[in-house]
């Protein structure tokens, strides 16, 4: 990055944060693992339409998208958590199965490694469980 990117970087980050305090102070202590829940789970037909063939007709569908971003997540680890467990619940509603979600995971420990992977593994883990709960 330059300088210049920096900075513009730095004051774009310093004025959403203060337009934060204007609006709710309480999002000053904002915790981003409960970002995830303030979205829902799109369809499975939204999330054809903003992942899938809508804007890229010759192009990946919804589901293979989502496993690529899994994949992704998964590589970068711990960073990620709330960013990988609405993945992995939009990867199931486009018709992912635990399994492919799984093999996903395993094949990036060749790039992000074992404690990526086993983390990621273990957000998977809570997410189908989580899903079991809401079909119940």
């Known amino acids: 990055m330059n300088d210049e990117f920096t900075r513009m970087f730095k004051a774009m980050m310093e004025q959403g944060q203060e337009m934060a305090r204007a609006f709710n102070p309480a999002l000053e202590n904002f915790q ?3 970002f995830e829940k303030m979205f829902p789970t799109m ?3 939204m999330l ?4 899938g063939k809508t804007f890229n007709r010759e192009g990946l569908d919804a589901k293979t998208r989502l ?4 994949a992704a997540l998964t590589v ?3 960073h990620a958590d709330p960013q990988l467990r609405l993945s992995i619940r939009h990867a199931l509603e486009a018709g992912a199965t635990k ?3 799984a093999e996903v995971i395993y094949q990036m420990s060749m790039f992000g490694g074992l404690p990526a992977m ?3 593994l273990e957000i998977a883990q809570s997410v189908f ?3 079991e709960e809401t079909k119940e």
Request: proline fraction near 0%; charge should be neutral; glycine fraction near 8%.
């Open 99 to 101: 399994r492919e979600i």
């Open 43 to 45: 369809s499975k037909d």
């Open 129 to 131: 469980a989580e899903t």
């Open 76 to 78: 970068l680890g711990a």
């Open 118 to 120: 086993q983390k990621a």
């Open 67 to 70: 496993l690529v971003t899994v």
């Open 48 to 51: 054809e339409m903003w992942f």
């Open 32 to 34: 981003v693992k409960g």
